[in-house]
Structures are given as C-alpha cells and as structure tokens.
C-alpha cells in the first residue's frame, strides 16, 4: 500500500486494518459465504454438492418473485418516507432550539428500539381491531387502517424512525446554529439557512440513517408477518421466513431469495455512498463550539403537543396495550376492572421462574454483543474512512451487508458454517453462536453510526497527534474514539436494545436449553400464555430502557458534559 | 476480541462432551408437555434429556440445516408428514416400543410412532353473540358475515389435512362458501385464534383442538366444537435419528412417552393419547368421526387448490 502518498490525512493503522479484516470475516463474511453456496447446492445442507443452480434459477424464475420484490421496495420506500416525515422536524426542534423536557422526550422517543416490533404489532392489532382496545374505550376500531399497506407503512415508520431522530438531532447539533449563523450574517432568514446550510450538511446523518430504516424495513419480519398476511401484502422477508419455516422446508430457495434482498440493499448502499462522496461534510475542526440553543417563544406549546403526540402513538400506544394484555387475566374477558390483576406478573417473577433465568442470558448477551460490536465497528468504520486502498470498499459492503440479512437466514448461514463435522472445536451449541449471530446481525448499527460520526471528523486533529509523536493505534485511542464516542454510545445503546431481544435468529440457533427473552416469550405465545408473555414483554421493554438511561447519566455525570452529545 | 474467541472454543468444547451422555430431544410444542416430558424421563431414568423446543417448522429447518453432523436424537413433530419423508430419505431408526402395543397401526409406522393425537375442531367464542355452529358449513352462513379466521394450511399441518380431506371428499364448496362470507386465512394456528379470542372473530374454522381447550381451562370464553360431518386429526410422530450416537438411550426415552405416566402427561395438555387404554375425560379418536383422505391429491396441488379458492 502506498503510505504518505497523499499526505493530508492519517493512513489509519494497520493493527486496526486487519482487526476489522479478521472480525468481519469471521462473523459475516463466513456465514454469508455458506448462505451463497447453500443457494447454489441445493443438498449442501448434508455435505453434497449435487445438482448446482438447480434450485436457483428455478426461484429467480418464479413469476411469484417480482411481486415479492415490488412490495419489498414498496414497503422499504413507504416507511423511509414515513421515518423521515416524523424525524427530521422533531430532530430539527430538539437540537436547534431549547425544547421544554427535551430529555425526557429523548427518552420516551428510545422507547421504541426497546419494543420487539412483533410484540408492537401484536400490540396494535389488539388495540385497533374491532372490539380491540380503543373500542372497548372509545367505541371506534380502525381495522380497515391498520390491516392495509398503508397501515404496515405507518406502524414501521413509527418503530424505526427514532433512528433518524437520535442521528439527526445528534448531527443538527454538532452542525450548531454556527454555521447556519453565519449564513444568517450574510443576509438569509431562519428558513432559508436550514434548508440551505443546515440540512445539506447533515446529509451524511441523513442518508445514513434512512439507510438504516431503508434496510431495516425490507429485513423486518414481525409487522408484514402479523399484518400483512391476512391481506396477501407478501414482502422477500416474509417468502424467505415462510420457506424456512413451513414443511417442508426450502432452504436453497431462502438462501436465493436473500441474495435478492442482499442485492437490494447494496443498491441503496452504493447510492448512499454517492451521495456521501460528492462532497465535504467535515464539520468538526477542533476549535472549540458554543451550543447556544434558540428559545421557542410562542411556540413553545405547540411543539411541546408536537412532541407529545409522536411520542404517545410510537411509544405510549404500544406499551398500554402490552401492559393491557399482560394485566388481563384472560383477553376474552377485556379491560372490565374483574378481569384485570397482577397474576401474570406474579408467576413470571415467582421463584424458581424460567422467565428470570431467560431475562439473565439476554442481558448477559445483549451487553456483551453492544461492547464488541461497538468496537468493531468503530474499527471497521476507521478503517473505511480514514484508510487507504480497494479493501475499504469491500469491507464497507461487508459491514452492512446483515443489515439486510433476514435474522432467519444469518442463522441458517451460522448453522451451516459452524456445525460442519471437521471442525475439531465450534461454538455451536454453546451460548456464543448467539453472541455471533447478534453481532452479524447488529453490526452495521455501529459501523453506520462510527462511519457518519468519522465523515465530520477533520483529518487535522488525528495528523496533529502524530505530528506530537503518538502513534497511528494511539491516536486513534486518544484521539478518534473519544470524539465518536457519543455516536457510539447511541449506536451501542440500540444494539444492546435490539440483541436483549431477538427472537427469529435466536429461535434457530440457541442452543439446546436456553432460553432468552424473546424465545421464552415466543413460547409463552405458542403455548397460548399471550399475558404472560405480554408480562415478559413489559419487563423486558422497562429493563433494557433504564439500563442504557442509567449508563448514559453515568456518563454525564463522569464527564461532567465535557463529553459532546451527551447532554 | 482473540481472547474471547479463545474462550468461546474452549467452553464450546467443553458443552459438547458434558451433552454426549444425554438424549438430544427437538420438539414442536406444547412447550410445557416437552418439559413435563423430560423431566418425568430423568427422574424415571436418571438420563438427562436436552430439549430444543420449536414450531415443526423450525425444528425441520434446523435438522436440515444440521443434517451433515446431526446433534438431535429423537424429534417430535406435529405433522405426520414429516415421519413419512424422514423415512423416505432412510434418516430414521426402525424402532417398536413394547408400549407401543395398544397404539392403533395407522398411528405407526417403521421408525416412528404417534406421541398423541390433537383433532381439528371449530373454535367458537361464546361470547360474539353468534349462534353456537354444529358443522363445517355452518361457519358459511350469514350469521358469520366476515367473522371466520383460518389459519393458512401452508403454515398449519392440521388445516392441510383437513383441507386435504375437504379436497378428497368433493367438500370444496364450503371452502368457498367460508371465501365468499367473507372469512380470513391469518398466518399460523394461533395467529388465527388470537382475534377469536378478543372477539373482533366470532370463530376459527379449522381450530386445534387442545390449543382451544387450554385457552377455555385458562377461563377465555371459547369452546372447542367437534363438527357433525367429521373432522380430522393431526398424529405428532416420535422418531429416533438414525444417526444417533446414543440410539439406546432414545429408545427409553420413546419408551417413556409412551408409558402409562407419559401418556399421562400428553392428556395433560388436552392432547390424546396414542395409547387406546388410557382413559382420559375428552373425545378421543375412536368416539371421532374421521373423514378419509383417500384419493387426495399431492401436497402441492392442494395448497394450490386453496390459494384458488382464497386469493
């Protein structure tokens, strides 16, 4: 590799090149690598390389397959622009003007990562179907909303478009009312500097983030599962489940149909991409920032009902309706005050209960997932950005590529991979094939998350410490990390969300006997505990959220809001 | 991050010679019957049942996926169809439990053995203000105008075959009777109860019956309705691997499911027994009246015939 020939910006280390090179290979790469070969051996699954392509083409020949790709693009398009219609007002709010109770906001607006989006489906299908909950309450069902495309739309656009909110509201503030100042200086109003300051150098947080939704969308499986069956709205993902979990089973097919989904959200990566490298985002220079947040005025009440309003039907809405189910002794007997008591919640925390052994494994192995895939994905993002060489490209592809992996399939991937019969040693059948498959499926969260935060970052700063004698490991440790850390920090927040609760990979690949949350609810489901399970629900959404506020005011307390983004 | 992965590998190690001496059981639920299943074993046996428990689909997909160094033992799953193609890929062990004598010989086969029986049934909420239904049909009537769930036969082993045998006995028009009044095909079993329940559907047509029972002896007000014109039932075969490195221990463990005490535990669950001498308190198969599914076309022509009828 030509070192120094462009000498502007730092090289990046080469320790932390091939860290990122090895984690991705072991965790992505080698999944995705048997997935491919699966779809090309149909009977690889039992050591055979018989027949290659036979299945194949046979799937991308389906006339079935184009509506599946149609509705897939739909869906993923119609709740990107859901996400962006919700986040980027509310993002703009928050970070640019001083907005009464913002963190409690920031809070309730976390709320929906928590939320396994099966459970808010269910949720919503409870409240809104006739004689679901509204009904019972105000007398009016919104059935014919909530089981259409739109509706689908609506409800995904409402559990993933937080992701945008915290990447914005979090780049609106680095960006400051500084520069946008400047152009009011030179004669703009208010309107006009945003649109044309502030929003377009936000577009890395922007783009990466409805990228995110983009790619969320088109791999979630529990909303299209619940409500789009029932009106024959069939996605990839939904063909792809339904090929792994209906006998007989086409594993072959899956894996062909995901090579389809991969493809789609590549698409949407390079064009991502294109957007990012037409032009220079870097904001952060090292001289020092003032926040000074505008006051809202008369506007004060109106945005605070803004914000109210968002927060109920994304946050408030899905967490009555859990806590409804989990409160009602039966759901035929609805929210009469007879039905209702605690006894659910009294068998899941009774002694000896499997559900706490469950709530243990997946906090254990939700921050175990946050903090590795936090750092390899700092990693791989420095070594994206701040690299040099073709690898980079290759590495970035590979880092987003689970995002649009159906869980189902990264776990038929590992399976595969990790249960061959020469490996002397595998951690198949242990706790840890979890712990890689949430971090495959996870990782491009911190990856997306390090890599919009680095596009901001100037090269001075890092070219300064090795200019005082540090090296390019230490610079990166003393340096990069400390100033993407408040991305990070969200990043690994949501990843600590998302693994505590993962069910459809999990329901594949844990090993025999263990449960986690999400399985132990899944089976409470199965068995018809629909309340007990909605008890585990509760428990879990209330856990995994105090446990990242907690950590976060740590922070601002030991840092005393000398750390940006923190406050 | 290495000194992680070295870790990993040494406990994986570790786990996979302590689970040697064990019987692997993959099951499709009832959760709780596995569990009072392997509990009972081990304390019978002393052998220590591992329990992977799953829809039937989930446990076939990672058997597959598995299938070049299988882990399982013994498999339970809740379509018999299954048992029939394992044993036309000669993936199972001939095995007849001495306790499997009173179990009638169409529910076993060579290498597998019914655990017990569930029946599919109407589910009806006693409570929509609909009149109680007697048979399929009645389910097409107005009465019922948009208020009948079914689960999707693609995604339920029993709506197939009740599906099946509707195809086999020229019975496919009340499949479009239900069409044209309006009734919805929801996704799995409980995907198509769940509504019932609330009440936002008054009935599912083609109900499990001891999923209905459990939610009835739990205090919901639904009802399990044994339809006049006859029903079908779903057998959830037991089978052991042959590739099972521990073929002994899974012939007890199939032993004791099919004892007095295992059967016992099957009926627990509102399922019914293999076993035609254990007497529980609910229909059982020879007070049914079953409808053949002689004569019925191949799997794929009969989902082809419903999605015609549904979509």
């Known amino acids: ?567 | 991050m290495k000194r992680l992965s070295f870790a990993a590998l040494a406990l994986g190690l570790l786990a996979s010679t302590a689970a040697h001496a064990d019987v692997t059981v993959y099951s499709a639920g009832p959760g709780a019957l596995i569990k009072n299943l392997a509990a009972g074993f081990t304390e019978k046996t002393g052998i220590k049942a591992n329990v992977f428990q799953a829809t039937t689909g989930k446990v076939m997909a990672r058997l597959e996926a598995e299938a070049s160094n299988p882990v399982a033992d013994v498999v339970v799953s809740a379509s018999w169809g299954t048992a029939t193609d394992f044993a036309a890929k000669d993936l199972l062990l001939a095995y007849e439990s001495p306790n499997a004598e009173t179990v009638p010989d169409f529910l076993k086969m060579e290498g597998a053995v019914a655990q017990g029986v569930a029946g599919l049934i109407i589910a009806w909420n006693t409570e929509s203000g609909t009149p109680k239904p007697a048979d399929w049909s009645d389910l097409a009537k107005p009465e019922y105008k948009d208020l009948v769930t079914l689960p999707d036969p693609a995604a339920s082993g029993g709506t197939y075959t009740l599906v099946e045998a509707f195809i086999a006995n020229d019975m496919t028009d009340v499949l479009q009777g239900l069409k044209d009044n309006g009734a919805i095909v929801a996704g799995a079993n409980k995907a198509a109860l769940n509504p019932v329940l609330q009440g936002a559907k008054a009935a599912v047509f083609a109900g499990v019956d001891y999923i209905t029972m459990g939610a009835a002896a739990k205090g919901e007000t639904i009802e399990a309705i044994f339809p006049e014109s006859g029903t079908v039932v779903a057998p959830r075969p037991i089978m052991i691997l042959k590739s099972s490195q521990n073929q002994d221990d899974a012939k007890k463990f199939i032993d004791y499911v099919l004892s007095e005490e295992g059967q016992q535990a099957v009926a627990k669950v509102n399922l019914m027994p293999s076993r035609t001498d254990i007497k529980v308190d609910r229909p059982l198969i020879g007070d049914l009246k079953l409808l053949s599914n002689e004569g019925a076309p191949a799997r794929d022509d009969v989902l082809a015939g419903f999605k015609a009828i549904f979509n």
């Open chain 1, 1 to 567: 590799m030509a070192r120094g020939a462009v000498a502007t910006g730092a090289e990046g280390s080469a320790t932390l090149k091939w860290i990122a090179i090895i984690g991705l290979l072991l965790v992505v790469a080698i999944p995705c690598l048997f997935i491919v070969v699966q779809a090309i051996f149909p009977e690889f699954g039992s050591g055979s390389f018989a027949a290659p392509f036979s299945v194949f083409f046979k799937t991308l020949i389906d006339p079935d397959l184009f509506g599946l790709a149609g509705n897939t693009l739909l869906l993923g398009v119609g709740t990107m622009v859901c996400a962006a219609i919700l986040a980027v007002p509310l993002a703009a709010l928050r970070a640019l003007f001083r907005v009464p109770g913002a963190l409690i906001w920031d809070a309730l607006l976390l709320i929906p990562f928590m939320i396994p989006p099966y459970i808010a489906a269910l949720g919503w299908i409870m409240t809104l179907q006739p004689r679901g909950y509204l009904e019972q309450l105000t007398g009016i069902h919104l059935a014919p909303l909530l089981f259409s495309v739109t509706g689908i739309m609506l409800i995904m656009g409402l559990n993933t478009f937080s992701v945008v909110y915290f990447v914005l509201s979090r780049t609106f503030e680095t960006i400051g009312a500084r520069y946008s100042d400047v152009g009011r200086v030179f004669g703009a109003g208010q309107w006009r500097s945003f649109w044309r300051i502030t929003l377009p150098l936000s577009m890395p947080g922007l783009a990466a983030s409805l990228l995110l939704v983009f790619a969320m969308s088109i791999e979630e499986y529990g909303t299209p599962a619940a409500l789009g069956r029932r009106i024959g709205f069939e996605v990839l993902v939904t063909g792809i489940e339904n090929r792994i979990s209906e006998w007989p089973i086409d594993l072959p097919g899956s894996a062909t149909l995901s090579l389809v989904l991969v493809s789609m959200a590549l698409v949407a990566f390079m064009l991502q991409r294109w957007l990012l490298t037409r032009r220079d985002y870097r904001i952060v220079g090292g001289k020092p920032q003032a926040f000074d947040k505008k006051e809202l005025g008369v506007w004060t009440l109106p945005v605070s009902l803004l914000f109210a309003f968002v927060a109920f039907l994304a946050t408030g809405l899905p967490i009555l309706a859990i806590l409804a189910t989990a409160l009602s002794r039966t759901i035929s007997g609805g929210l009469k005050p007879s039905n209702l008591g605690l006894d659910h919640f009294s068998e899941l925390l009774g002694a000896g209960s499997e559900g706490l052994v469950a709530l243990g494994n997946s906090l254990v192995l939700g921050t175990t997932t946050a903090l590795l895939a936090g750092l390899l994905g700092a990693i791989t993002a420095y070594s994206v950005v701040k690299g040099r060489g073709r690898f980079r490209i290759v590495l970035d592809a590979l880092s987003i590529t689970p995002n649009s992996l159906p869980g189902v399939v990264v776990a038929v991937g590992i399976i595969l991979a990790w249960n061959q019969p020469w490996l002397p040693i595998t951690p198949y059948n242990t706790p840890f094939i979890l712990l890689l498959a949430y971090i495959c499926i996870l990782l491009p969260q911190p990856v997306r998350y390090a890599t919009a935060s680095l596009h901001q970052l100037g090269d001075n700063l890092e070219a300064s410490a090795r200019v005082c004698g540090s090296g390019p490991l230490k610079a990166f440790v003393r340096i990069v990390f400390p100033l993407i850390l408040p991305s990070m920090v969200t990043a690994m927040i949501l990843v600590f969300a998302v693994a505590s609760r993962e069910l459809v990979a999990s329901l594949l690949v844990a090993p025999v006997g263990f449960q986690t949350i999400a399985v132990f609810i899944w089976q409470q489901f199965d068995q018809g505990s629909a309340g007990l399970g909605m008890a585990m629900a509760f428990c879990a959404v209330l856990i995994t959220t105090l446990i990242p506020l907690a950590l976060i005011s740590l922070l601002r307390w030991a840092s005393k809001g000398t750390v940006a983004g923190l406050r």
